[in-house]
């Protein structure tokens, strides 16, 4: 068994204590970010915007990278007389208010 000199347990205790405030600034930012995603996710206002940034996106994508992003959400097609309907669901993080929401 060795002796701790007290300058030791100070050094020690100040790295310590130095870590733990590094790590509350690092959870106190990755909070804020996580609001800020779930403030986005949630506003409904933003929905057409993505919609179109989506749809250019598409447009400009080769038809198996369309068919491979429409499969990655698409759940049904029920295809009729001069209609088709989808029915979807759309990837959000599991803190996301409207996770889970389906549409037809």
Known sequence: MTELDISDIARR??????????????????????????ARHNDVEAIPTFSKDMSACLQMSEVTERMSF???????????PGEAKTRYTISLPQDSGIAG???E
């Not at 130095?18 to 970010?33: V, Y």
């Not at 429409?70 to 097609?77: L, W, Y």
């Open 101 to 103: 929401l389906a549409s």
């Open 70 to 80: 429409i499969e990655s959400f698409d759940k049904e097609v029920q295809i009729g």
């Open 13 to 38: 205790i100040r790295e310590h204590r130095e870590r733990e405030r590094r790590l509350q600034d690092a959870a106190r930012e990755a909070e804020g970010e996580r609001s800020e995603r779930r």
